[in-house]
């Protein structure tokens, strides 16, 4: 990565700042700016299914018992849902041709797991992108995922469903956060999002 300084701007919503320590992690690490995005968003579906099956390896072993398989595949499924959904937000909205990774962590604690994407933006981008935080964060996430199935109705050529987040809200029970860092000598913004998934 590059060595520009990285200041603290913001934080919104449940973000952990000092992550519990944790002995199983994994980190993905992408350029933006090394292959097309395009050719990227089909590696997006594999690299959420790698770290999903990659984790089942150590979650739910019950201390050397069989494993729950029911409690297994519903975490797995999880797992990679939400992966595919943060890497391929962050290939969207992603600065195009950045000299900063897209990066993708997964902590795996007793009973949480906790999904870190970060990414770049455009600086002036960041108002709109608070906006649309403030938004999920204030409204009832159930009703707003009603008006969003409304509006992707409407609005034929949308690209953007908006879905993404609201289903792992509604469906999986997370905790979302993010925080906002200045990135000194560049136009950009850098942009954690974290999901926290119980287990």
Known sequence: MNNSKIVVKQILGDFIQNLPPSQEYLVLSFSPSSIPLRQRWRNNCLSADFLADYLSTFFLSNGGRQPDMAKQAEVKSAVSYIANELLENGMKYSTKMSPFPISIQIH????????QLTNSIPAD????FQSQIQTLLNSDPSELYIARLEQNALEENNEESGLGLLTMLNDYGTKL?????????SAEIAVTTMVQLAI
């Not at 795996?108 to 999904?115: A, K, R």
């Not at 981008?125 to 709109?128: A, F, N, W």
């Not at 956060?177 to 000598?185: A, H, N, R």
């Open 108 to 115: 795996l604690n007793p009973d949480l797991i906790i999904f």
């Open 125 to 128: 981008k960041t108002q709109q």
């Open 177 to 185: 956060g993010w925080k906002f860092e200045s990135i000194s000598q």
